[in-house]
T-cell receptor, first 112, second 113 residues
Framework: QKEVEQNSGPLSVPEGAIASLNCTYS??????FFWYRQYSGKSPELIMFIYSNGDKEDGRFTAQLNKASQYVSLLIRDSQPSDSATYLC????????????FGAGTILRVKS | DAGITQSPRYKITETGRQVTLMCHQTWSHSYMFWYRQDLGHGLRLIYY???????DKGEVPDGYVVSRSKTENFPLTLESATRSQTSVYFCASSPGHSADTQYFGPGTRLTVL
């Protein structure tokens, strides 16, 4: 089992819809959870981080964390074509010396 | 406000040659990281550094060497490049600890012929 898993996609949603991206992790002791966006040919860019169970909202983005079920989600409301990118989930993993481990990413395509 | 920069942005080299990728950050962040990104593998940690003169291996360190004599610089050297090291390399820095938010440089696309 990979330490951080994401569906590779592509996830296709129409413009204006809600995009839901999911990430599961294996280390029950993980405390730090991040979502990065990466446009093709560019570097990862931080969107959100979340440390506590529940929801965290920032503009059109909402991160959801459920430690009991070991998953973290990113919801994008009112999706725009400019949201089309690869979304990377990153989680700290104790067995790596508490460093971040990145998932392989989910490709999101927003169709206008 | 340069943030974190990498050079060169693109590099083509031949098998067996030594190559050094540079990373420079202006934030005085304690931690710095080197990743490679390949299709199907995502970001994999090569080496990281907690402070000047402190470095440690990541997931895929073989064939790479790092040093950190100054807080702001973290060069990555491929001692004898192989075709399997063709990849996109990202440098990142973090202000706090190894599990803290990381900020990425623009990347270096390396091709080994």
């Amino acid at each position: 089992q990979k330490e951080v898993e994401q569906n590779s996609g592509p996830l296709s949603v129409p413009e204006g819809a809600i995009a839901s991206l999911n990430c599961t992790y294996s280390d029950r002791g993980s405390q730090s959870f991040f979502w990065y966006r990466q446009y093709s040919g560019k570097s990862p860019e931080l969107i959100m981080f979340i440390y506590s169970n529940g929801d965290k909202e920032d503009g059109r983005f909402t991160a959801q964390l459920n430690k009991a079920s070991q998953y973290v989600s990113l919801l994008i409301r009112d999706s725009q074509p400019s949201d089309s990118a690869t979304y990377l989930c990153a989680v700290n993993v104790r067995s790596t010396g508490n460093k971040l481990v990145f998932g392989a990413g989910t490709i999101l395509r927003v169709k206008s | 406000d340069a943030g974190i920069t990498q050079s060169p942005r693109y590099k083509i080299t031949e098998t067996g040659r030594q190559v050094t990728l540079m990373c420079h950050q202006t934030w005085s962040h304690s931690y710095m990281f080197w990743y490679r990104q390949d299709l199907g593998h995502g970001l994999r940690l090569i080496y990281y550094s907690a402070a000047a003169d402190i470095t440690d291996k990541g997931e895929v360190p073989d064939g790479y060497v790092v040093s950190r004599s100054k807080t702001e610089n973290f060069p990555l050297t491929l001692e004898s490049a192989t075709r399997s090291q063709t990849s996109v390399y990202f440098c990142a820095s973090s202000p706090g600890h190894s599990a803290d938010t990381q900020y990425f440089g623009p990347g270096t696309r390396l091709t080994v012929l």
